[in-house]
């Protein structure tokens, strides 16, 4: 899933450029703690999202120990895609969707340090996607464990457009 950031980003729908990354938005399973989503006025906050697909946790481990850095860099675009997903449940189309901050938490050794790396891939993800609209503010945190023992989580804050 990983692509040159430019590629696509100015031509079709944000669906469209989806589509021919090969890739698709997928359900949510509902939780009974919490929503994916809640949308305050037009922004939208979104829950931190884990590597889920089809219902399946797709790595477990600590960055930098049982989990390499391309791994992780490609759990964190499974979590972006969960993140959209949960955004679009608020707007309900792609297109209507703009990034404005992401948090991109990593399970990660102490010496780790490229925290930042990983989540670049989900940040390359949204603007291949989005266009300008998946342009956003970011913070990347080292962190001892996530929940169900994930190498990545995902939040992000959007606005409707």
Do not use: W
């Given at each position: 899933m990983s692509r040159p950031v430019a590629s696509a980003a100015h031509t079709g729908s944000a669906s469209e450029r989806l589509q021919a990354l090969g890739l698709d938005l997928p359900d949510l399973a509902g939780n009974p703690y919490y929503v994916?989503?809640?949308t305050l006025g037009s922004s939208i906050y979104i829950s931190g999202q884990l590597p889920y697909k089809d219902g399946e946790l797709l790595g477990q481990?600590?960055?930098g120990q049982e989990v390499e850095l391309e791994t992780a860099?490609?759990?964190a675009r499974h979590a972006v895609l969960?993140?959209?997903a949960a955004a679009v449940q608020a707007v309900g189309e792609l297109d209507?969707?703009?990034i404005?901050?992401?948090l991109v938490f990593v399970a990660s050794t102490p010496d780790f340090g490229e925290q930042s790396t990983v989540a670049s891939a989900a940040s390359e993800l949204l603007i291949e996607?989005?266009?300008e609209n998946g342009r956003h503010a970011r913070t990347a945190i080292g962190v001892a464990g996530l929940p169900l023992n994930s190498p990545?989580?995902?939040q992000m804050v959007c606005t409707a457009v």
């Amino acid at each position: 899933m990983s692509r040159p950031v430019a590629s696509a980003a100015h031509t079709g729908s944000a669906s469209e450029r989806l589509q021919a990354l090969g890739l698709d938005l997928p359900d949510l399973a509902g939780n009974p703690y919490y929503v994916d989503q809640r949308t305050l006025g037009s922004s939208i906050y979104i829950s931190g999202q884990l590597p889920y697909k089809d219902g399946e946790l797709l790595g477990q481990g600590i960055v930098g120990q049982e989990v390499e850095l391309e791994t992780a860099r490609e759990l964190a675009r499974h979590a972006v895609l969960n993140a959209l997903a949960a955004a679009v449940q608020a707007v309900g189309e792609l297109d209507r969707v703009r990034i404005v901050q992401m948090l991109v938490f990593v399970a990660s050794t102490p010496d780790f340090g490229e925290q930042s790396t990983v989540a670049s891939a989900a940040s390359e993800l949204l603007i291949e996607v989005l266009g300008e609209n998946g342009r956003h503010a970011r913070t990347a945190i080292g962190v001892a464990g996530l929940p169900l023992n994930s190498p990545v989580e995902i939040q992000m804050v959007c606005t409707a457009v």
